[in-house]
């Protein structure tokens, strides 16, 4: 496995400003995880992905917020118009699909809103 | 999916064992235990999962009362590596994905 790849590991911006986040699952996994964490809290689930469907949201997914998995394989997330609140770090997940596959982790992008 | 809670934190000593609790008394029939590990300024990492009985790999062993209502994750040689945060999590197989962590254990193994 070459393991799980996000991009950025650091984001900096200023409130009112847009990011994006790049997550490469490992190849074969069709599903695709995107988690939220902030300091001295187990990760949140946000939403999932098997293969290019998005299949579930969390209710913690604003609309400022967005992902999209075009093509089955890398996924993006967007948060539009940040807020201080915002600020967490963002992990990307990924295993095959059935049974108790586990999950893959990436080390996530660590966003700071300013 | 099950609520689970786990002590704060807890200390070892280097090279002995670390038994590491969880309780999930509202568990289901269907709901699988499992555990990771998360490592600073890492994601988490899977360790190791279970519905009834007991389960050892290479990493670690974990034991499931009988009455699936607490489970204990087992290193038997702690090492500083170990040092870590410890979340035990239950879930439906095939639902994994969703699973909800908790604020879990922190593990310092100290020498």
């Known amino acids: 496995d070459t393991g799980v790849s996000q991009d950025p590991r650091h984001k900096i911006t200023k409130r009112g400003q847009n990011v994006t986040f790049r997550c490469d699952p490992i190849s074969e996994h069709n599903r695709l995880y995107w988690y939220r964490q902030t300091l001295g809290q187990g990760p949140e689930f946000l939403t999932y992905?098997?293969?290019?469907?998005?299949?579930?949201k969390s209710r913690l997914l604003s609309d400022r917020f967005s992902a999209e998995r075009p093509k089955g394989s890398f996924s993006t997330l967007e948060i539009q118009r940040t807020e201080q609140g915002d600020s967490a770090m963002y992990l990307c997940?990924?295993?095959?699909?059935?049974?108790?596959?586990?999950?893959?982790f990436g080390s996530g992008t660590q966003l700071s809103v300013l | 999916d099950a609520k689970t809670t786990q002590p704060p934190s807890m200390d070892c000593a280097e090279g002995r064992a670390a038994n590491l609790p969880c309780n999930h008394s509202?568990?289901?029939?269907?709901?699988?235990v499992y555990w990771y590990r998360q490592i600073h300024s890492q994601g988490p990492q899977y360790i190791i999962h279970?519905?009834?009985n007991n389960e050892t790999n290479e990493m670690a062993s974990l034991i499931i009362t009988e009455d699936r209502k607490s489970s204990t994750l087992i290193l038997p040689h702690a090492t500083l590596r170990d040092t870590a945060v410890y979340y035990c999590?239950?879930?439906?197989?095939?639902?994994?994905?969703?699973?909800?962590f908790g604020k879990g254990t922190k593990l310092s193994v100290k020498p």
């Open positions: 509202t568990i289901s029939g269907n709901e699988y």
């Open positions: 279970g519905l009834k």
């Open positions: 999590t239950c879930t439906r197989g095939g639902s994994q994905g969703n699973l909800i």
């Open positions: 992905f098997q293969n290019e469907a998005q299949l579930e």
């Open positions: 997940a990924s295993r095959r699909t059935g049974g108790n596959e586990k999950l893959f």
